[in-house]
């Protein structure tokens, strides 16, 4: 599972990338504006990009990833 909480209006975004590929991406998620992607990967090395959905915004964020 993957996380991301913006603070100061912070509208975030992750995408996970594996070999140049979009494997996953998350906006919203139910409840909020915050993403959080639940996803079952393959063994390997992967790509986590935490943005904004504009590109423009600033703020901060806390990111989380766990296993489940």
Do not use: C, W
Request: aromatic share 4%.
């Amino acid at each position: 599972m993957i996380s991301m909480v913006g603070s100061g209006g912070l509208d975030g975004m992750v995408t996970l990338m594996r070999d140049g590929e979009e494997v996953a991406k998350q906006d919203d998620s139910d409840s909020s504006l915050d993403p959080s992607l639940e996803v079952e990967l393959d063994a390997g090395r992967y790509v986590l990009l935490a943005h904004s959905f504009d590109s423009n915004a600033t703020g901060g964020y806390r990111l989380l990833a766990r296993r489940k």
